[in-house]
């Protein structure tokens, strides 16, 4: 992957105003988020910078961090970010995107994203980068788990802690630590 502070993409902030704060995914790159501890999520946000350049995803989820669940995966060429967001930059001009992909409630620790492809969206079908600027989990109230308030964990011999943040909608984003294979 890119040389990028990946950490962006858990930040809270889904429309970035420069590819510096995206993580920069070519095709097949994944990135994964760990929770800290086993957490309740059915439903994932992501957030797209400057075009539709994400093609294809995959969804993976894991308690120990090397076996992984298949969560939910799509066709390969499924364009992942499908809604218009808010426009970003500092003349409001540029285009920010986002999907929404909803499953069955899943407990764990660990949270795999898979971009299957990154092409260029002029139809040529060349390979391109995609600008994922935020990742988010949710957990939806009306499920039967229901996750912790604030977890502080180690990471790398560093404290870490997640913040479940309650949203308007009754449900809670959940921010995790982000790990991105070198």
Not at 90 to 110: D, H, L, M, Q
Not at 147 to 152: A, G, H, L, Q, R
Not at 155 to 178: C, E, F, H, R, Y
């Amino acid at each position: 992957t890119s040389k990028k502070d990946h950490t962006k993409i858990t930040d809270g902030v889904p429309y970035a105003n420069a590819t510096g704060s995206t993580w920069n995914a070519k095709s097949d790159e994944w990135a994964k988020i760990d929770l800290g501890a086993e957490t309740a999520f059915n439903k994932v946000m992501i957030f797209e910078h400057g075009s539709q350049k994400a093609y294809g995803y995959k969804l993976e989820s894991s308690n120990d961090d090397s076996t992984w669940t298949l969560i939910k995966e799509s066709g390969d060429n499924e364009i992942v970010c499908t809604q218009q967001g808010e426009m970003s930059g500092s003349n409001k001009t540029i285009n920010n995107y986002y999907g929404e992909i909803k499953f069955s409630a899943v407990t764990a620790r660990y949270f795999r994203l898979t971009i299957k492809n990154a092409l260029k969206d002029d139809g040529s079908g060349a390979a391109a980068t995609s600008y994922i600027s935020e990742v988010e989990l949710y957990f939806d109230d009306n499920t039967a788990v229901t996750p912790k308030e604030t977890s502080n964990y180690l990471v790398d011999g560093q404290k870490k802690v997640i913040s479940n943040i309650p949203l308007m909608d009754n449900s809670t984003a959940i921010l995790g630590n982000l790990v991105i294979p070198e």
